[in-house]
């Protein structure tokens, strides 16, 4: 245990006067106040825990950032505490509205205060809530709620455990959960008034996974639900006109009368469409010929139609508890395709990416590289610094290329940490030059990863550390560097990764393409400056676009081979067939890439729609097409020119193998 986390948790122990609660997860505090009761965070520099208790430290406070001074947990929580005190902050203020909550709110603190009426512990718990907690044992178990009553403050802390098993390994690994095999749930933690259930305006959620010191989807989603509750209670009024049970749609009323439970069969119809369908899925586990997803694109909708569709609040049909579960795992398949700050679509959503990243806009760039919001580039580095140091070098090649102004994008957002005010690097002034003095002054990985991280990257130039930090969290696809035992061999290179890029949402669209036809593998190979531009916008049909290289002689769509020697050529890979495999030994430990980079992905494609022309393949719908696999090149290690996914099949009998890694818990 951490200095950081010993101290934290004494604290939790012993907490100072006014605090009712101290929870640490990730780079955040929460601390809850008795008087006034609410619930601040307080956000922790990237190096606060690693050098505790030296680092910046910053509280939110009634809607302001205020800075305060370093130090040990306890007198972090006592500062945060006499700021609040000294700021005069009471809690939020009400409107003409709420007259009748404050006349409530009065007699409660009379009745605390030893007046006529009836103490507040003795008041019942809310009818609506007991119904609501009970529909949601009935619909989830008694297993996936936890309530905690604070009948001294008329508060209620209900914990709901979200049980994220549809997500798949890879998806988890890349999102901080930890494996589906340690059956630890997402909790959503909600806190909330005992007697006023319907009319309070205090909700209070938080977001963690227990033992995680960094989980990017409970950040994301604790955004997201407080974002609910906002548009719930937007309009201030009570509850309880709005809590009447909805009526469940007649596909809903089929399934269920066959015997299936609300959650699954919601889940089936958002996956399949119709009550047929949905029939089928659930008792053969396999989605039918036919089926049409909800949640998928029709060539009519609009974008902001999609965004609608993907955001929508789900009724509330059984209650309040259960509409907050439902919302989550209907936000949590795509996550990715919305900022993690302000929760607006990307405008690459379409090509539906795994990893969650932050938008362009200046607000949200300034809080993701001041406020710490999202992982630290120095974490990423100490995880797999093999990722880190691909990613440099791609980004590099991408800034130094004459074709800089298509290919380097997105372009960073950078602000000056000693002057907020200050943009360092902004895509509505476009300043190259200074983009490359400032990467090219990022020392190698291999000479980071030996020392303190940050400072070791700041001595290598002015805003270095800032600009390696956009280039790790702006990556918006999962790299995992295979391990020795489980490279593909006929690819004789020792820089091997899984690449995975596909949102959940878009998986399961091509999960279900998959067992309706066909699949098979092909090489996609691109220079290597273009990847800085593919590994954050996704393998896309740029033909007919200023992204266009080589032409599209045999029609619009991405470009694929079966031959990995057509692909080379792409990839600007000078391969000699007599050398190929020379001086390779499985057994070599290639810790860092030499120079003369060279990549080639495999993909794997839906053999339907797809145009074949010999050795080049044209696959129009870019659903059809997923990563897979990501080989890298350099000067000391050459590619065997003659595989083909086709006829090869110890090389797709390789790839099968590997494959199965990303799915291992």
Not at 270 to 275: F, L
Not at 326 to 334: C, G, K, L, M, V
Not at 339 to 364: Q, Y
């Amino acid at each position: 245990m951490s200095a950081y986390e010993s101290d934290l948790s004494a604290v939790q122990d012993d907490l100072p006067d006014n605090i009712l609660s101290v929870e640490g997860s990730g780079q955040r505090m929460e601390v809850t106040l008795l008087e006034p009761m609410e619930t601040f965070e307080i956000i922790l520099s990237d190096g606060y825990q690693t050098s505790y208790p030296a680092g910046e430290l910053t509280a939110l406070i009634n809607g302001n950032y205020v800075v305060l001074q370093p130090g040990l947990v306890r007198n972090t929580v006592e500062q945060l505490r006499d700021k609040v005190n000294e700021l005069g902050y009471t809690g939020p203020d009400y409107d003409d509205n709420d007259e009748e909550m404050d006349s409530n709110l009065d007699s409660s603190s009379d009745a605390l205060a030893g007046g006529p009426s009836m103490d507040m512990c003795d008041f019942p718990a809310h009818s609506q809530f007991l119904a609501d907690l009970q529909a949601f044992k009935d619909m989830y178990g008694n297993d996936a709620v936890t309530t905690q009553e604070i009948k001294m403050i008329d508060t209620v802390v209900c914990t709901l455990n979200l049980d994220y098993s549809f997500l798949s390994n890879a998806v988890c690994n890349a999102w901080g959960l930890a494996p589906k095999k340690e059956k630890k749930p997402l909790k959503i933690k909600v806190t909330f008034s005992r007697t006023g259930y319907t009319d309070a305006q205090k909700y209070q959620v938080e977001c963690y996974q227990d033992g995680a010191t960094w989980c990017g989807v409970a950040g994301q989603l604790q955004r997201v639900l407080k974002d609910f509750f906002a548009t719930v209670w937007k309009e201030k009024k009570a509850l309880d006109e709005i809590f009447a049970q909805e009526r469940l749609s007649p596909d809903m009323m089929t399934l269920m009368e066959l015997g299936f439970p609300e959650a699954k069969a919601r889940q089936a119809l958002d996956i399949c469409g119709s009550a047929e369908h949905a029939a089928t899925y659930l008792f053969e586990g396999q989605i039918p010929p036919g089926s049409s997803p909800k949640a998928s694109k029709s060539q009519d909708d609009t974008e902001d139609e999609i965004t609608a569709r993907k955001q929508r609040i789900p009724p509330r049909r059984r209650g309040l508890l259960v509409q907050i579960m439902e919302y989550a795992q209907h936000r949590i398949p795509t996550f990715s395709e919305f900022c993690v700050i302000c929760d607006k679509h990307h405008v690459f959503a379409s090509h539906a990416l795994l990893k969650s990243s932050v938008c362009s806009r200046e607000m949200c760039a300034f809080a993701f590289q001041q406020l710490g919001v999202g992982s630290d580039a120095a974490e990423d580095i100490a995880t797999d610094v093999h990722v880190a140091d691909l990613l440099v070098s791609i980004a590099k090649a991408a800034a130094n290329s004459n074709r800089w102004k298509i290919i380097f994008n997105p372009y960073p957002t950078l602000f000056d940490p000693a002057d907020a005010t200050q943009k360092i690097l902004h895509p509505s002034k476009k300043d190259i030059d200074k983009v490359r003095r400032i990467i090219n002054s990022i020392p190698s990985t291999k000479v980071i990863s030996q020392g303190r991280m940050k400072d070791t990257i700041q001595v290598g130039g002015e805003h270095s550390y800032s600009l390696l930090q956009w280039i790790m969290n702006s990556n918006t696809s999962h790299l995992i560097r295979l391990s020795q035992d489980e490279r593909v061999s006929s690819m004789s290179t020792p820089h091997q990764f899984l690449m995975v890029s596909a949102s959940p949402a878009k998986q399961a669209q091509f999960d279900a393409l998959k067992k309706k036809h066909k699949s098979i593998f092909a090489f996609h190979g691109s220079a290597l400056e273009n990847w800085h531009s593919i590994l954050r916008n996704g393998l896309y049909n740029a033909s007919g676009t200023e992204h266009q290289v080589n032409g599209a002689a045999y029609g619009s769509g991405i470009y694929l081979s079966p031959s990995a020697s057509v692909s080379y050529g792409y990839s600007q890979l000078q391969v000699d067939g007599n050398d190929a495999n020379k001086g390779y030994k499985e057994s070599e430990s290639q810790d860092f890439m030499g120079g003369n980079l060279s990549c080639v992905a495999v993909c794997e494609v839906i053999d339907v729609q797809l145009k074949r022309h010999g050795d080049i393949w044209v696959q129009p719908v870019t659903d059809h097409v997923v990563t897979r696999f990501f080989f890298v090149f350099d000067s000391k290690h050459r590619p065997d020119k003659y595989l083909n996914t086709e006829t090869d099949s110890r090389f797709k009998e390789e790839l099968t193998r590997a494959l199965e890694y990303s799915e291992r818990g």
